[in-house]
C-alpha cells in the first residue's frame, strides 16, 4: 500500500453502494458489490480490527462466543419466535463453483439456507454479465432459485455514477472487460448514454493500435461509429470538437491487454481526456505530480483488485488485479516513478462490506417479514464465506460495522488458498481467518452450531 494513490469514493444509503479507495499491491489483492448508492461522498477509509481468534490449517480454529449468542438457540423453520440474528455472505467463485461446475455440498447448503429461511447473499468480486443475467446463470448452475435483491457483483455500483451532480450519464466514457461489447451493453442498462470501446477508436483509426490487433476477425463486428473524431494534429481540428473521454472503467478481467493499457495509457497523458492529444502539464515539476494526471484526465476505474482467482485449472490464475498491476507498471516507467491514480471497488475495501451489510439487511427483513416474523431484529452476525485470504477474509476481518454486527470470516479450501500451494505464510494477521473448513457446506454448519442453532441439521 506504500506510495499508491488511488482515490476513493464511497457510496452511502439509501440503496447502499460502494466505490473505495484503498491502495493495493499487486501482491495484497487476490478474486472475488450489486447496486445501488445514491450519492457518492468522497471517502477515504482504512479501518482497523483486531480480530480475537485461533485457527489451524485442517482443523476448526477454537473460537471466543459472544455471551449474548451462548444462550440462545434459535429455530427459524418455524414463523413462531425470535428470528436468527445471523445471516451470510458467500463468494462464488472457488466456494459455490469452479467456473460452471457446483463444488460438491455447495448447492445443498444454499438449499438448506432457503429452506430454513436464512438470509444469505453472494458477494462477489466476478463480473462482466449484466446481474439478471448473471443470477439467472448462478441458479440453473447451482439449482437453486436466486434474485438480484441478494446479489452483489463488482461493478453493479458503477450504475450510481449516473446520478447525483457529478452525473456521467451525458458523459463520453470508454469501457473494457473480457467482452468490451458486453460491458457496454451493461454500461447502457445501468443508463450511461455516450458508451466508447476500444473497438471503436480501432476501427476508426487503426493506426492506433500497429500490431496484429485482430481487426478483422474481432473487433470490427462490435464497432460502433464513434461520436465524435480523434483529434489529428496540425489538421485544424477544433479541439472541442474532438472525442473526449470522461472516465474509463474496467468492468471485469480485459483479454486484450497491449491495446488497453495502450489506450488508457494515452488517455491518462492526454490534454483533459481527448483523444489523441498530449498533455502540456506532464512532466512539470513545478506542479504536484510533476505535472502526471494533473489536467483533467479522465478516472479511472476497476471493479476489483483480484490479483488471482480460482478456476477448474487447479492453480490459481491471474485476474483483474494483474491487469491493473501491469497499467500501474507500465506507469510508472513512463512517469519516472509516479504512483497510478484510479478508484477500486470491491472486497476486501471496507465501503464494499458496508454496502454488502445493508443490502443483506434489507433482504434479511425482507425474507424474514414475509415468514412471519414481523419483527425481524437486530443482524448481529454475518458469516463471510471465502477462499480468498486478500479479499475475502481481509475485507471482513478489517470491516468495522457501523451498526454493531460482528463479520466472522470462514476460510474454504475449495479455491485460491490451499495448504499446499500457499500455506500458514498466506493467512497471517489480516489475512488470518477465523476458522478453515473443507467447503461451502462445513462453514454452514460451523456457523450454525456456533449460534446454538436447534433447528434441522446440514
Known amino acids: 500500500m506504500r506510495g499508491s494513490r488511488i482515490l476513493g469514493t464511497a457510496f452511502a444509503r439509501p440503496n447502499l453502494t460502494a466505490l473505495t479507495s484503498s491502495s493495493p499491491s499487486p501482491s495484497q489483492v487476490s478474486r472475488h458489490t450489486r447496486s445501488a448508492a445514491s450519492s457518492l461522498p468522497r471517502a477515504t477509509q482504512k479501518h482497523a480490527r483486531t480480530a480475537q481468534f485461533s485457527t489451524s490449517a485442517g482443523k476448526t480454529g477454537s473460537l471466543s462466543r459472544r455471551n449474548d449468542q451462548e444462550s440462545r438457540k434459535y429455530s427459524t423453520k418455524s414463523t413462531q419466535?425470535?428470528?436468527?440474528p445471523f445471516a451470510f455472505a458467500f463468494d462464488i467463485d472457488g466456494v459455490l463453483l469452479h467456473v460452471a461446475t457446483p463444488i460438491p455440498g455447495a448447492p445443498e447448503a444454499l438449499k438448506f439456507l432457503n429452506e430454513n429461511n436464512i438470509p444469505f447473499i453472494l458477494l462477489t468480486n466476478g463480473g462482466g454479465k449484466h446481474e439478471t443475467e448473471r443470477v439467472k446463470d448462478l441458479s440453473q448452475k447451482l439449482g437453486i432459485e436466486l434474485t438480484t435483491d441478494n446479489f452483489v457483483q463488482s461493478h453493479t455500483p458503477f450504475r450510481q455514477l449516473v446520478e447525483g451532480p457529478n452525473s456521467l450519464r451525458e458523459k463520453t466514457i470508454l469501457v473494457t472487460g473480457a467482452?468490451?461489447?458486453?460491458?457496454?451493453?451493461?454500461?447502457?442498462?445501468?443508463?450511461?448514454?455516450?458508451?466508447?470501446?476500444?473497438?471503436?477508436?480501432?476501427?476508426?483509426?487503426?493506426?492506433?493500435?500497429?500490431?496484429?490487433?485482430?481487426?478483422?476477425?474481432?473487433y470490427t463486428a462490435t464497432a460502433r461509429p464513434l461520436p465524435k473524431p480523434v483529434f489529428t494534429p496540425g489538421s485544424g481540428m477544433n479541439l472541442k470538437?474532438?472525442?473526449?473521454?470522461?472516465?474509463?472503467?474496467?468492468?471485469?478481467?480485459?483479454?486484450?491487454?497491449?491495446?488497453?493499457?495502450q489506450l488508457i495509457t494515452d488517455l491518462l497523458l492526454s490534454q483533459e481526456g481527448y483523444v489523441g492529444t498530449y498533455s502540456p502539464k506532464n512532466g512539470d515539476a513545478a506542479l504536484p505530480s510533476c505535472g502526471w494526471q494533473q489536467d483533467g484526465q479522465p478516472t479511472l476505474y476497476f471493479s476489483n483488485a483480484d490479483l488471482l482467482w480460482s478456476t477448474g485449472f487447479h492453480l490459481p490464475r491471474f485476474g483483474q488485479g494483474a491487469f491493473q498491476a501491469a497499467v500501474a507498471g507500465v506507469w510508472r516507467r513512463l512517469t519516472n516513478g509516479h504512483e497510478l491514480q484510479r478508484?477500486?471497488?470491491?472486497?476486501?475495501?471496507?465501503?464494499?462490506?458496508?454496502?454488502?451489510?445493508r443490502v443483506l439487511a434489507t433482504h434479511r427483513h425482507?425474507?424474514?417479514?414475509?415468514?412471519?416474523?414481523?419483527?425481524p431484529g437486530t443482524l448481529k452476525s454475518v458469516y463471510m464465506v471465502g477462499d480468498n485470504p486478500e479479499s475475502d477474509i481481509a475485507g471482513a476481518n478489517d470491516y468495522q460495522s457501523e451498526a454493531g454486527t460482528e463479520w466472522s470470516s470462514v476460510l474454504v479450501r475449495t479455491g485460491v488458498w490451499s495448504p499446499e500451494h500457499s500455506g500458514e505464510k498466506a493467512i497471517q494477521g489480516r489475512f488470518k481467518p477465523?476458522?478453515?473448513?473443507?467447503?461451502?457446506?462445513?462453514a454452514v454448519r460451523w456457523a450454525l452450531k456456533r449460534e446454538g442453532w436447534t433447528g434441522p441439521a446440514l
Open 81 to 84: 419466535g425470535e428470528a436468527p
Open 366 to 375: 425482507d425474507v424474514l417479514k414475509s415468514r412471519g416474523h414481523h419483527e
Open 434 to 442: 477465523k476458522v478453515i473448513v473443507d467447503d461451502a457446506r462445513e
Open 179 to 218: 467482452n468490451a461489447e458486453k460491458c457496454r451493453l451493461i454500461a447502457e442498462a445501468y443508463g450511461f448514454r455516450n458508451v466508447v470501446t476500444p473497438a471503436d477508436i480501432l476501427k476508426a483509426h487503426p493506426e492506433v493500435f500497429p500490431f496484429d490487433p485482430l481487426l478483422d476477425t474481432v
Open 241 to 261: 470538437d474532438a472525442l473526449k473521454i470522461d472516465a474509463m472503467f474496467v468492468f471485469n478481467d480485459p483479454r486484450d491487454w497491449a491495446y488497453d493499457i
Open 343 to 357: 478508484r477500486v471497488i470491491g472486497k476486501p475495501y471496507s465501503e464494499t462490506y458496508q454496502f454488502a451489510e
